[in-house]
């Protein structure tokens, strides 16, 4: 990965960090970004809105397209062209969302039966692949190269870190290396793509676009890594999924690497049984996360994301101190004390 360090480095916020700062940046811009996707979300194919809608509509938090405008408001960009692209950056995102409940036989998506469970698999994938169509339509209607190549090329790595994700799964061995490799393609890469197109439109320099990726590449490994915190450490409310989802699934995730690096012979048999599928019931789950709490696990796995987090902050330290920073850095802090 690569990082943007200054010798300007501003601290994470101390209060109780929210995405408030963040959403009143970007109020006004969000509007006009969901104009775009409403009128882009229609087809004459009724269950196409329909399925899109489901997941589009149902409360997420919409950081990486508020990571396209927050990015513009921080280098003074005064034109219109962020809010199709990150309509764009959205349409890339739920495309990838309901990809990846089929391949992972989802259930639950933000607290609400996932679509594939509703509409069934081959109109969940048809609807992404839809989603993915109109976010290319999107970015050849903006006219820039530069730009198209970034969130192509993001588009494609995000493919590749799922499919790595996949021959991962069940594989005991895999390494934290090989595992922050994977979040830094299946997420972080959307997420630097996003920050990095507004200085693109801007017109800004390299120095500029260097910073937003890296502020964004960091924000998104941070984010990965405190979701997969949280599946050993909320309930289903509060996540908006089932709990042991990644678990049950034989997903190496930092908080199952660790515990079993630092685990005995015992504790390492069992969770090889467990990564392989044999050891899956509620009282397993129970040893797991007992297990990761034995071997603060999951506080290392925060402390991590407070690390790129710190990153994310340090690459925007280039930029004079604004509305726009101060919330950037906050949004930062946010994704990793969050319990959602």
């Not at 989603?131 to 192509?152: N, P, Q």
């Not at 630092?262 to 007992?290: M, N, V």
Request: hydrophobic share 45%.
């Amino acid at each position: 990965m690569r990082f943007v360090m200054t010798a300007d480095v501003v601290p994470l916020p101390r209060k109780t960090p929210t995405l408030d700062p963040m959403l009143s940046l970007t109020a006004s811009g969000m509007n006009s970004v969901n104009t775009v996707i409403l009128e882009r979300m229609h087809s004459e194919i009724p269950l196409i809105p329909r399925l899109a809608g489901h997941l589009i509509s149902g409360g997420g938090k919409r950081l990486r397209p508020m990571l396209t405008l927050a990015g513009a408001e921080l280098v003074g960009y005064q034109g219109s062209r962020h809010h199709k692209l990150a309509a764009a950056v959205e349409f890339i995102h739920t495309a990838t969302l309901l990809h990846d409940d089929v391949v992972d036989g989802s259930e639950l998506r933000r607290g609400k039966a996932a679509a594939n469970i509703i509409f069934g698999n081959p109109a969940t994938v048809l609807v992404g692949d839809f989603l993915f169509s109109r976010a290319f339509e999107l970015m050849t209607e903006d006219g820039s190269l530069k730009v198209l190549k970034i969130l192509s090329n993001a588009s494609a790595v995000i493919a590749e870190g799922e499919v790595s994700q996949l021959t991962a799964q069940r594989q005991i061995e895999t390494s934290e290396e090989r595992y922050l490799h994977i979040i830094g393609a299946k997420t972080a890469a959307l997420f630097a793509a996003a920050s990095q197109i507004s200085a693109v439109v801007a017109e800004c320099g390299e120095e500029q676009e260097r910073a937003l990726e890296a502020y964004g590449r960091n924000l998104g490994v941070a984010f990965q890594l405190v979701d997969d915190a949280i599946d050993y450490d909320s309930d289903a409310a509060e996540m908006g999924k089932d709990q042991g989802d990644d678990f049950r699934e034989g997903k190496m995730t930092l908080p199952v690497i660790l515990a079993h690096q630092r685990g005995d012979e015992a504790e390492r048999k069992f969770w090889k049984d467990a990564i392989l599928g044999h050891r899956t019931s509620d009282e397993d789950l129970a040893q797991a996360i007992a297990l990761i709490g034995k071997h603060n696990a999951l506080k290392d796995t925060r402390e991590r994301a407070r690390h790129f987090a710190q990153r994310a902050v340090d690459a925007i330290s280039i930029f004079p101190d604004s509305n726009a920073r101060a919330a950037m850095a906050e949004a930062a802090q946010f994704a990793v004390a969050r319990g959602y």
